[in-house]
T-cell receptor, first 116, second 114 residues
Framework: AQTVTQSQPEMSVQEAETVTLSCTYDTSESDYYLFWYKQPPSRQMILVIRQEAYKQQNATENRFSVNFQKAAKSFSLKISDSQLGDAAMYFCAYRTTQGGSEKLVFGKGTKLTVNP | IAGITQAPTSQILAAGRRMTLRCTQDMRHNAMYWYRQDLGLGLRLIHYSNTAGTTGKGEVPDGYSVSRANTDDFPLTLASAVPSQTSVYFC?????????????FGNGTRLTVT
Protein backbone atom coordinates (compact mmCIF):
# COMPACT_ATOMS: atom_id res chain seq x y z
CA ALA A 1 0.00 0.00 0.00
CA GLN A 2 1.13 3.51 -0.70
CA THR A 3 2.28 5.67 2.19
CA VAL A 4 2.96 9.38 2.41
CA THR A 5 5.32 10.81 5.00
CA GLN A 6 5.58 14.40 6.11
CA SER A 7 8.48 14.49 8.52
CA GLN A 8 7.91 18.03 9.82
CA PRO A 9 4.87 18.26 12.12
CA GLU A 10 5.42 22.01 12.47
CA MET A 11 7.34 24.68 10.60
CA SER A 12 7.63 28.44 10.96
CA VAL A 13 8.75 31.18 8.59
CA GLN A 14 9.14 34.92 8.70
CA GLU A 15 6.85 36.94 6.52
CA ALA A 16 8.38 37.53 3.05
CA GLU A 17 10.84 34.66 3.51
CA THR A 18 10.88 31.26 1.78
CA VAL A 19 10.01 27.95 3.37
CA THR A 20 10.12 24.37 2.11
CA LEU A 21 7.82 21.63 3.35
CA SER A 22 8.99 18.04 2.90
CA CYS A 23 7.06 15.06 1.64
CA THR A 24 8.16 11.56 0.70
CA TYR A 25 6.06 8.68 -0.52
CA ASP A 26 6.35 5.00 -1.15
CA THR A 27 4.91 3.35 -4.23
CA SER A 28 5.56 0.68 -6.83
CA GLU A 29 3.43 2.44 -9.44
CA SER A 30 5.09 4.26 -12.33
CA ASP A 31 2.26 6.63 -13.20
CA TYR A 32 0.55 8.64 -10.50
CA TYR A 33 -0.32 12.14 -9.33
CA LEU A 34 0.80 14.13 -6.33
CA PHE A 35 -0.94 17.03 -4.63
CA TRP A 36 -0.46 19.61 -1.94
CA TYR A 37 -3.55 20.80 -0.07
CA LYS A 38 -3.79 23.71 2.31
CA GLN A 39 -6.17 23.74 5.27
CA PRO A 40 -6.50 27.14 6.99
CA PRO A 41 -8.28 27.51 10.35
CA SER A 42 -11.57 27.70 8.44
CA ARG A 43 -11.17 23.93 7.92
CA GLN A 44 -11.63 24.23 4.17
CA MET A 45 -9.38 21.97 2.08
CA ILE A 46 -7.81 24.02 -0.71
CA LEU A 47 -5.81 22.58 -3.59
CA VAL A 48 -2.43 24.30 -3.80
CA ILE A 49 -0.62 22.44 -6.55
CA ARG A 50 -0.73 19.24 -8.61
CA GLN A 51 2.10 17.24 -10.18
CA GLU A 52 1.90 14.48 -12.77
CA ALA A 53 4.57 11.87 -12.23
CA TYR A 54 5.31 11.42 -15.92
CA LYS A 55 6.17 15.11 -16.27
CA GLN A 56 9.72 15.96 -15.31
CA GLN A 57 9.01 19.66 -15.10
CA ASN A 58 8.19 20.86 -11.60
CA ALA A 59 4.74 22.35 -11.18
CA THR A 60 4.43 26.02 -10.24
CA GLU A 61 1.47 28.12 -9.10
CA ASN A 62 2.40 31.72 -8.41
CA ARG A 63 4.43 31.71 -5.15
CA PHE A 64 4.10 27.95 -4.76
CA SER A 65 6.39 25.49 -6.48
CA VAL A 66 7.42 21.91 -6.00
CA ASN A 67 10.67 20.00 -6.19
CA PHE A 68 9.62 16.63 -7.58
CA GLN A 69 12.32 13.96 -7.43
CA LYS A 70 10.74 10.81 -8.83
CA ALA A 71 13.66 8.48 -8.22
CA ALA A 72 13.93 9.63 -4.63
CA LYS A 73 10.13 9.61 -4.24
CA SER A 74 10.24 13.12 -2.88
CA PHE A 75 7.74 15.94 -3.43
CA SER A 76 8.58 19.07 -1.45
CA LEU A 77 6.60 22.32 -1.52
CA LYS A 78 8.36 25.68 -1.62
CA ILE A 79 6.48 28.80 -0.62
CA SER A 80 8.21 32.01 -1.67
CA ASP A 81 7.57 35.47 -0.26
CA SER A 82 5.51 33.97 2.58
CA GLN A 83 2.38 35.86 3.58
CA LEU A 84 0.36 35.80 6.79
CA GLY A 85 -2.45 34.14 4.86
CA ASP A 86 -0.21 31.16 4.13
CA ALA A 87 -0.46 30.06 7.75
CA ALA A 88 -2.28 26.72 7.66
CA MET A 89 -1.95 22.97 7.79
CA TYR A 90 -0.42 21.60 4.61
CA PHE A 91 -1.11 18.09 3.45
CA CYS A 92 0.81 16.15 0.85
CA ALA A 93 -1.27 13.54 -1.00
CA TYR A 94 -0.68 10.71 -3.44
CA ARG A 95 -3.35 9.59 -5.86
CA THR A 96 -3.38 5.84 -6.27
CA THR A 97 -5.43 3.68 -8.59
CA GLN A 98 -5.00 0.51 -6.59
CA GLY A 99 -8.09 -1.16 -5.24
CA GLY A 100 -10.31 -0.16 -8.12
CA SER A 101 -10.67 3.50 -7.34
CA GLU A 102 -8.57 6.62 -7.56
CA LYS A 103 -8.12 7.54 -3.96
CA LEU A 104 -5.96 10.11 -2.27
CA VAL A 105 -3.58 8.90 0.42
CA PHE A 106 -2.62 11.76 2.73
CA GLY A 107 0.35 12.50 4.89
CA LYS A 108 -0.22 13.55 8.48
CA GLY A 109 0.29 17.20 7.71
CA THR A 110 2.65 20.07 8.52
CA LYS A 111 1.44 23.06 10.48
CA LEU A 112 2.96 26.23 9.04
CA THR A 113 3.18 29.38 11.15
CA VAL A 114 4.03 32.69 9.48
CA ASN A 115 5.59 35.26 11.80
CA PRO A 116 5.12 38.97 11.07
CA ILE B 1 -22.07 28.19 -6.59
CA ALA B 2 -21.02 24.71 -7.68
CA GLY B 3 -19.47 22.50 -5.06
CA ILE B 4 -20.06 20.07 -2.23
CA THR B 5 -22.51 20.67 0.58
CA GLN B 6 -22.19 18.80 3.86
CA ALA B 7 -24.72 18.79 6.68
CA PRO B 8 -24.74 19.28 9.55
CA THR B 9 -21.75 21.56 10.12
CA SER B 10 -21.34 20.16 13.60
CA GLN B 11 -23.13 17.72 15.85
CA ILE B 12 -22.93 16.38 19.37
CA LEU B 13 -24.21 12.83 19.57
CA ALA B 14 -24.76 10.44 22.44
CA ALA B 15 -22.98 7.11 22.19
CA GLY B 16 -25.16 4.37 20.77
CA ARG B 17 -27.24 6.73 18.65
CA ARG B 18 -27.57 6.47 14.89
CA MET B 19 -26.42 9.39 12.75
CA THR B 20 -26.32 10.15 9.04
CA LEU B 21 -23.97 12.75 7.65
CA ARG B 22 -25.24 14.20 4.41
CA CYS B 23 -23.20 15.07 1.34
CA THR B 24 -24.44 16.52 -1.94
CA GLN B 25 -22.46 17.65 -4.96
CA ASP B 26 -23.64 19.54 -8.02
CA MET B 27 -20.58 19.08 -10.22
CA ARG B 28 -21.77 15.77 -11.73
CA HIS B 29 -18.58 14.08 -10.54
CA ASN B 30 -18.52 10.31 -10.85
CA ALA B 31 -16.45 9.53 -7.79
CA MET B 32 -17.18 10.47 -4.19
CA TYR B 33 -15.32 9.86 -0.96
CA TRP B 34 -15.64 10.11 2.81
CA TYR B 35 -12.57 10.92 4.90
CA ARG B 36 -12.13 11.47 8.61
CA GLN B 37 -9.55 13.87 9.96
CA ASP B 38 -7.96 13.35 13.37
CA LEU B 39 -5.19 15.40 14.93
CA GLY B 40 -1.80 13.91 14.13
CA LEU B 41 -3.25 11.33 11.76
CA GLY B 42 -4.13 13.41 8.71
CA LEU B 43 -7.08 12.36 6.57
CA ARG B 44 -8.03 8.71 6.32
CA LEU B 45 -10.43 7.23 3.78
CA ILE B 46 -13.57 5.62 5.18
CA HIS B 47 -15.56 4.67 2.08
CA TYR B 48 -15.67 5.64 -1.55
CA SER B 49 -17.90 5.32 -4.59
CA ASN B 50 -16.66 5.19 -8.18
CA THR B 51 -20.11 5.79 -9.63
CA ALA B 52 -23.77 5.68 -8.68
CA GLY B 53 -24.77 2.24 -7.45
CA THR B 54 -21.28 1.16 -6.35
CA THR B 55 -19.34 1.62 -3.11
CA GLY B 56 -16.07 0.40 -1.67
CA LYS B 57 -14.25 0.26 1.64
CA GLY B 58 -11.37 2.53 2.46
CA GLU B 59 -8.75 2.40 5.17
CA VAL B 60 -11.05 2.76 8.21
CA PRO B 61 -14.54 1.49 7.27
CA ASP B 62 -15.58 -0.24 10.49
CA GLY B 63 -18.65 1.29 12.12
CA TYR B 64 -19.64 3.21 8.99
CA SER B 65 -21.85 2.53 5.99
CA VAL B 66 -22.56 4.44 2.80
CA SER B 67 -24.94 4.36 -0.12
CA ARG B 68 -24.89 5.92 -3.59
CA ALA B 69 -28.39 5.89 -4.99
CA ASN B 70 -27.65 8.68 -7.46
CA THR B 71 -24.74 10.76 -8.74
CA ASP B 72 -25.22 13.72 -6.43
CA ASP B 73 -25.70 12.23 -2.96
CA PHE B 74 -23.36 10.15 -0.82
CA PRO B 75 -24.58 9.88 2.81
CA LEU B 76 -22.43 8.38 5.55
CA THR B 77 -24.19 6.52 8.37
CA LEU B 78 -22.94 5.65 11.83
CA ALA B 79 -25.25 2.87 12.96
CA SER B 80 -24.31 3.04 16.64
CA ALA B 81 -21.90 5.86 17.41
CA VAL B 82 -18.90 5.34 19.71
CA PRO B 83 -16.59 7.98 21.24
CA SER B 84 -13.71 6.93 18.93
CA GLN B 85 -15.80 8.22 16.03
CA THR B 86 -15.38 11.75 17.33
CA SER B 87 -13.71 13.45 14.38
CA VAL B 88 -14.08 15.90 11.53
CA TYR B 89 -15.63 14.25 8.50
CA PHE B 90 -14.98 15.41 4.97
CA CYS B 91 -16.89 14.47 1.88
CA UNK B 92 -15.09 14.84 -1.46
CA UNK B 93 -15.67 14.24 -5.14
CA UNK B 94 -13.68 14.03 -8.34
CA UNK B 95 -14.10 13.65 -12.08
CA UNK B 96 -13.76 10.44 -14.07
CA UNK B 97 -11.08 7.98 -13.24
CA UNK B 98 -7.82 8.07 -15.08
CA UNK B 99 -7.78 11.83 -15.31
CA UNK B 100 -5.68 12.55 -12.24
CA UNK B 101 -8.24 15.17 -11.30
CA UNK B 102 -7.93 16.60 -7.82
CA UNK B 103 -10.51 15.96 -5.15
CA UNK B 104 -12.92 18.73 -4.30
CA PHE B 105 -13.86 18.85 -0.63
CA GLY B 106 -16.85 19.95 1.37
CA ASN B 107 -16.36 22.11 4.44
CA GLY B 108 -16.55 19.19 6.83
CA THR B 109 -18.75 18.04 9.69
CA ARG B 110 -17.39 18.15 13.21
CA LEU B 111 -18.89 15.22 15.13
CA THR B 112 -18.51 14.74 18.86
CA VAL B 113 -19.70 11.45 20.37
CA THR B 114 -20.19 11.61 24.13
Amino acid sequence: AQTVTQSQPEMSVQEAETVTLSCTYDTSESDYYLFWYKQPPSRQMILVIRQEAYKQQNATENRFSVNFQKAAKSFSLKISDSQLGDAAMYFCAYRTTQGGSEKLVFGKGTKLTVNP
Amino acid sequence: IAGITQAPTSQILAAGRRMTLRCTQDMRHNAMYWYRQDLGLGLRLIHYSNTAGTTGKGEVPDGYSVSRANTDDFPLTLASAVPSQTSVYFCASSKIQGSGSPLHFGNGTRLTVT
